[in-house]
C-alpha cells in the first residue's frame, strides 16, 4: 500500500482498505489508473460518436441555423448503398487497397528495424534518418514537392528502375502475374511505400529492443542458426509489437485510401467530407451513414485479421 | 613485436587460447582457423548488405528533405534552374532570413509557443496512456475487455465523423452542468483558441493517436514479466509505487518510442489546432495556412515595409515556392534536432536480464 494512504487516510478507511482482498484491490486500482481516460472516453468520444450514429438514422434539417433530425430509420443506410453511385465502388477499392498494402508494410517494417536495430557504425546517423518519413508522411513538407518536380522524381526512378524486361522475365518464369505487378508496384512507389512505414519501424525498433540480450546469447551458446534465432526469439518477442502495426496499418490505409473518382483519383475520407457539407442539410445524415459504414467496415477488417494472427502472439503473462 | 609478424587479431586470438585449443587460430598451420575466416567473411557479407539497404532507403528518404534545402538556399537569381541537380552554385541566406521575419513565420516567437505547448501535450498524452494501458495489461477488472474494444474504436473511427460534436463540446464546455452552475449563466464556458482544450483532449487520452499509444503501451507492459511486479507487491509496494519505480523503468524503451512519435504528431499537427486552437503562432499551423495563401502574406508584408521585399520580385512564382520551401525547413528542423539527441538514448532494454527462469 502507498506510503500517502496511509498518512491522508484515516483509521477507518484505511481497514476497510485493508480488508479487501487483492484482486478488488487490483479491480478498484485499474478503475482509478483508467478514471481520466474513461471522462475523455465519455466526453469526447462516445458522446459525439452517439451524435453520430443519431444523425445517421435522422433526416437531418437545418431550420434557423439549427440542426434538427427526425427519425427515418435505416433509409440514409439504403441511400448510400443504393443509390449513392461511387460510395459501394469505393469502399472496396480501399479494402483491396489495404489488403494490398498492409502486409508488405509490416513486412518492410519489420526489416529495416531488424537491420537499423545491430551493432554498427553509423548507427545514430541511420536511425535519426528513418525518422523522416513519419515527418514527411504528416504532410509538413509535402507542398514543396511541387507537381513538376514530383513527375522529375518518378521519371528518372523509371529510368534507374526499367524493369520491364525483369518483369517480362519474372512473368515469363511462371510466377503469377497479378503478384509480379503487385510487387513491380512497389518498387516503383518505392518512396511511397517507406513513407508509409515510418511508424511501424520506430515501434518495431522499440519492440526490437525490449528483447532481452540473453535469449540471443543462450540461443548462439545453444547453435541456432540465424534463421532459427529469427523464428524463435525475436517473431514471437515482436508478435505483440506486430499486431499493434497491423490495426494501426489498417486504420491508416483506410484513413488515408486514394480512391478512383471521375478521371483522378480523391481521399475517401475527403469524399465522405465533401458529401456531408456539400450544403444540403439532408446530405448531412447521408454523410454519418457513410462514416459509420466506414469505420464498421474497418473494425470488422481488423476483427478478422488481427483475431486470426493474435492466436500466434505471445505474451509473459 | 612478437614473432613472425602476427596481425593483431591472431595475437589476441592467441592471448585467448586456453590449454593449447583455439577456436580463433590454427595453431598447426600457425594461421587464423577456418572457421574464423568464414565467420569474418559472413560478418562482411552481412554489413556489406546492411548498408547497401540502409544507404539505398536513405537515401530515399533524405531526398525530398535535400531539395527542400536546396530551393531554401538557393540564390533568387539561380531559382527555375534545371541544370541544378543537387548543389545550387550560388548559395544565400534571404529565404530563411525571409521566412524567420515577422510578417511571415515570426520564426523565434512561434518557436517559443510551439515548443511549449507540443512538450505539455506530449507530456500529458504519454502520462494518461501509460496509466490507461497499465490498467488495460494488468490491473484487470470487470469489462476492462470491452472498454479495451473502445480503445481500437478511437484509432479506428476518422476524426472526422466527431468533428463537429467535438467541436460543440469545447465550444460550450461544461461537465453534468457543474460548470454553468458556478458561474451562474448555465451553460459552458467557450474553450475553443484556448490551448487548454487541447491539453483536456490530451489529458483524457482522447489527443491525436492517443489510442495508438495506449495499445502500444499495453503491449510493452504485457511483454513484461509479471514476476518482477509480483515480488514488489509481495514486499508490500503498492500499485503506484509498483507502476512508477518498476514498470515505468522497465518499458523506457516504448515510453520514449511513444514520447518521440507523440511529440512528433503533435508539433505538426494542424488537424486539432485548426479545429480547436487556431493560433498563427502554432508553426504548423501558420506553415499550412502560408503554403496556401502565401499571395496574401506577401501582401502583408508589403504593408509592414519588410526590408526583403525590395531585394527580391515577389510575384515570381518560382520564388514564392522557395519562400514556402524555407518555411517548411525551418519547421523540420527543430523536430530533427530533438530526435537526433533523443536516438541515442534507444539503447537494449535491460528489463528481463536479471530472470533466469522467465
Redo the contacts between chains.
Keep these: ?5 496511509k498518512k491522508s487516510g484515516n483509521a477507518s478507511a484505511l481497514s476497510w482498505y485493508k480488508k479487501m482482498d ?1 484482486s478488488k ?7 482509478i ?2 478514471l ?6 465519455i ?7 452517439v ?2 450514429l443519431w444523425y445517421s438514422l435522422c433526416s437531418m434539417q437545418l431550420t434557423n441555423g439549427k440542426f434538427s433530425g427526425s427519425f427515418i430509420g435505416a433509409e440514409n443506410y439504403k441511400w448510400v448503398l443504393g443509390v449513392d453511385t461511387n460510395f459501394n465502388r469505393m469502399f472496396v477499392e480501399a479494402f483491396t487497397n489495404m489488403v494490398k498494402e498492409v502486409p508488405f508494410q509490416i513486412f518492410l517494417g519489420l526489416f ?1 528495424a531488424i ?2 536495430n ?1 551493432e ?1 557504425k553509423g548507427r ?1 546517423f ?11 508522411a ?4 509535402s ?4 507537381s513538376a ?1 514530383a513527375q522529375f ?1 518518378t521519371e528518372t526512378a523509371e529510368a534507374v528502375m526499367n524493369m520491364e524486361w525483369l518483369e517480362q522475365l519474372v512473368i515469363n518464369s511462371g510466377i503469377p502475374q497479378q503478384l509480379t505487378t503487385l510487387l513491380v508496384g512497389y518498387v516503383e512507389n ?2 511511397d511505400v ?2 508509409k512505414c515510418g ?1 511501424q519501424v ?2 518495431f ?3 526490437l ?7 540471443y546469447e543462450v540461443a548462439k551458446m545453444e547453435g541456432c542458426t540465424q534463421f532459427e534465432t529469427f523464428c524463435k526469439i525475436t517473431l514471437p ?1 515482436v508478435s ?2 506486430i ?2 502495426c497491423l ?2 496499418s489498417i ?1 491508416e490505409s ?2 488515408n485510401a486514394q480512391v478512383a473518382y471521375g478521371d483522378s483519383t480523391i481521399a475517401f ?1 475527403s469524399y ?2 465533401s458529401i ?1 457539407f456539400n450544403g444540403n442539410a439532408a446530405y448531412y445524415g447521408y454523410g ?1 451513414a457513410m ?2 459504414i ?2 464498421a467496415g ?2 470488422a477488417a ?1 476483427g478478422i485479421i488481427c483475431g486470426i494472427v493474435s492466436k500466434g502472439v505471445f ?3 | 613485436m612478437t614473432k613472425k609478424g602476427m596481425t593483431r587479431q591472431e595475437r589476441r586470438a592467441k592471448a585467448e587460447t586456453t590449454a593449447g585449443i583455439s577456436f580463433w587460430v590454427d595453431l598447426k598451420k600457425g594461421r587464423l582457423s577456418k572457421y574464423y575466416i568464414q565467420k569474418i567473411i559472413r560478418n562482411f557479407i552481412m ?1 556489406l548488405f ?2 547497401v ?2 544507404i539505398c ?2 537515401f ?6 535535400w ?2 534545402l536546396k ?1 531554401a538556399i538557393t540564390a533568387p537569381a539561380m531559382l527555375g534552374d534545371k541544370s541544378v541537380m543537387w548543389i545550387p552554385q550560388h548559395i544565400s541566406r534571404i529565404f530563411i532570413d525571409m521566412s524567420m521575419s515577422q510578417s511571415l513565420m515570426n520564426y523565434w516567437k512561434s518557436l517559443a509557443y510551439t515548443l511549449p505547448v507540443t512538450v505539455a501535450l506530449t507530456a500529458l498524452q504519454v502520462i ?1 496512456a501509460g ?2 494501458a ?9 469489462g ?1 475487455g470491452i ?1 479495451f474494444f ?1 480503445v ?7 476524426s ?3 468533428m ?3 467541436y460543440a ?1 469545447f465550444r460550450n464546455f461544461d ?1 453534468f452542468g457543474i460548470i454553468g452552475l458556478i458561474n451562474g449563466t448555465g451553460s459552458g464556458i467557450n474553450l475553443i483558441g484556448k490551448p487548454v482544450s487541447l491539453y ?2 490530451a ?4 489527443g491525436l493517436k492517443s489510442g ?1 499509444y ?3 503501451l499495453r ?2 507492459v ?5 514476476s518482477v511486479e509480483e515480488a514488489a ?1 509481495v514486499d ?1 509496494a ?4 509498483t ?1 512508477f519505480t518498476i514498470v515505468i523503468p522497465s ?1 523506457s ?2 515510453i ?2 511513444v514520447s ?2 507523440s511529440f ?2 503533435n508539433y ?3 488537424y486539432y489546432t485548426s479545429l480547436l486552437n487556431p493560433n498563427t503562432s502554432h508553426l ?1 499551423y501558420n ?1 499550412s495556412s502560408l ?1 496556401g495563401n502565401i499571395r496574401w502574406y506577401i501582401t502583408t508584408a508589403a504593408q509592414t515595409n519588410e526590408t526583403w521585399l525590395t531585394t527580391i520580385d515577389a510575384t515570381n512564382p518560382f520564388v514564392q ?1 522557395a519562400m ?2 524555407a518555411c ?2 525551418l ?2 528542423l527543430p ?2 534536432i530533438m ?2 539527441f533523443v ?2 538514448r ?8 536479471g530472470l533466469g527462469g ?1
Design positions: 500500500m502507498s506510503k500517502e494512504k487483492f484491490k487490483t479491480a478498484m486500482w485499474g478503475v489508473f483508467l481520466p481516460w474513461l471522462f475523455g472516453l466526453f469526447f468520444f462516445l458522446r459525439p460518436m451524435n453520430t529495416i537491420l537499423l545491430g554498427y545514430g541511420f536511425r535519426a534518418i528513418f525518422v523522416i518519413p513519419i515527418i514527411l504528416t504532410g509538413v513538407a507542398p514543396t514537392l511541387s518536380e522524381t518505392i518512396f517507406v513513407t511508424v520506430l515501434l525498433l522499440a519492440g529492443q525490449a528483447i532481452s540480450p540473453s535469449l518477442m505483440p509489437t499486431l499493434v490495426v494501426y486504420a483506410f484513413a475520407s465522405i467530407r456531408t454519418a462514416s459509420f466506414y469505420f474497418t473494425l481488423i505474451y509473459y503473462d | 554489413s546492411r548498408y539497404i540502409l532507403l536513405g530515399i528518404v533524405i531526398k525530398p528533405l531539395s527542400l530551393s494518461s496509466l490507461a497499465y490498467a488495460f495489461a494488468r490491473l484487470k477488472f470487470k476492462s472498454l473502445f481500437i474504436l478511437t484509432i479506428v473511427v476518422p472526422d465523423a466527431i463537429l460534436a467535438q463540446a461537465i483536456i483532449l489529458g483524457t487520452g482522447m495508438l495506449i495499445y502500444f503491449q510493452a504485457r511483454g513484461l514479466p509479471i507487491f508490500g503498492g500499485f503506484l509505487r507502476f518499458m524503451g516504448s520514449l518510442t518521440v512519435l512528433l504528431w505538426t499537427d494542424t504548423a506553415l503554403s515556392q514556402i520551401s517548411s525547413l519547421t523540420v523536430l530533427l530526435y537526433a536516438q541515442k534507444f539503447v537494449q532494454g535491460a528489463a528481463r536480464s522467465d
